[in-house]
């Protein structure tokens, strides 16, 4: 504590008291970050998929719901680069806007997966005592009960399309997210950082923003870049079983269950949007392994 006092005596705004020297580090962790070439793919493949499905208006050679019967099941060719499929609708075009609504469903539930994961862990990790005790039992409730089967049962509640699909998964999801939270912010509090703007007065909002939030970045950002992958497969995967998009709208999931009719005439109407969700799955895993593997200390030692 005499170091913190040291530096509390040094700056009038608590805000700025004791900044513990791995925030200073960041600049060169995303140095590091571009030279780890498993981090740079999957960085590489996500950037490149996201652009393409975002420019799906320019990139799309025709309308995705656009019918012509007399081309249905046609053959990969210059004016249907990816084929098409049972109403003569070109693939390429229905797998970019399709993308469209997967990434952007899968990025809409992680983001609201990390903002309750990340309030409910702090304020357990944080508080302890009953707030702790009342928040981890209700993590372990609801991490009891098989995900799967308690976003079929919100969904059938809810009814079928992506925004209730993307509200069940948030709710069978959260939990996960805010038990790590909880424990870094667990190993953060007892530090001299935080002993430090606690003695100064430094209000618990400001607390949380300047002080324990950005030291616990390191697990947050690789949860939940390892999470977007995993919810991705999660809106794919329930849209399959028809709890998604409805016809004609087109989905990577649903475009799955509609090829598995016809797998053997045109097998590209399974083949490419599995190939996609693979790709941006295995995309945002080797950029969260890299991340992992630049923020988890005891990664960096056996490393070196």
């Known amino acids: 504590m005499s170091a913190a006092a040291g530096s509390m005596a040094g700056h009038g705004d608590p805000g700025l008291v004791l900044v513990p020297p791995q925030l200073a580090s960041r600049p060169r962790l995303l140095r590091s970050l571009l030279h780890d070439r498993t981090a740079v793919l999957g960085l590489v493949i996500v950037a490149t998929m996201s652009v393409a499905v975002v420019m799906a208006p320019v990139l799309s050679p025709h309308d995705p719901n656009a019918v012509d019967v007399a081309n249905r099941f046609a053959s990969p060719s210059w004016k249907f680069p990816f084929g098409t499929d049972h109403l003569g609708r070109d693939v390429l ?90 424990g870094a912010v667990l190993a953060e509090r007892e530090k001299d950082y935080v002993e430090g703007a606690r003695a100064v007065g430094t209000s618990t909002r400001r607390l949380f923003q300047r002080h ?64 996609a969700i693979f790709l941006m799955v295995l995309g945002f895993n080797l950029l969260g392994d890299g991340l992992r593997d630049l923020l988890d200390p005891r990664t960096r030692s056996r490393g070196g």
């Open 93 to 182: 075009s229905r797998l970019l806007h399709g993308g469209r609504l997967s990434i952007g469903t899968a990025v809409g539930a992680t983001a609201a997966i990390s903002a309750i994961g990340l309030l409910l862990g702090m304020l357990a990790g944080y508080y302890a005592g009953l707030v702790d005790i009342v928040i981890s039992r209700v993590i372990e409730v609801v991490q009891t009960v098989p995900g799967l089967l308690l976003a079929l049962a919100i969904t059938a509640v809810l009814g079928t399309g992506l925004r209730n699909v993307a509200i069940a998964i948030v709710i069978t999801s959260w939990a996960t997210y805010a038990r790590i939270v909880r």
């Open 212 to 275: 324990l939030l950005p030291n616990i970045l390191g697990p947050v950002l690789v949860i939940t870049t390892l999470e977007l992958g995993v919810i991705l497969l999660a809106v794919s995967g329930l849209s399959f079983l028809g709890l998604g998009v409805k016809p004609p709208a087109a989905e990577w999931g649903a475009m799955l269950s509609e090829g598995r009719t016809y797998l053997s005439r045109a097998p590209q109407m399974m083949f490419y949007p599995g190939a």
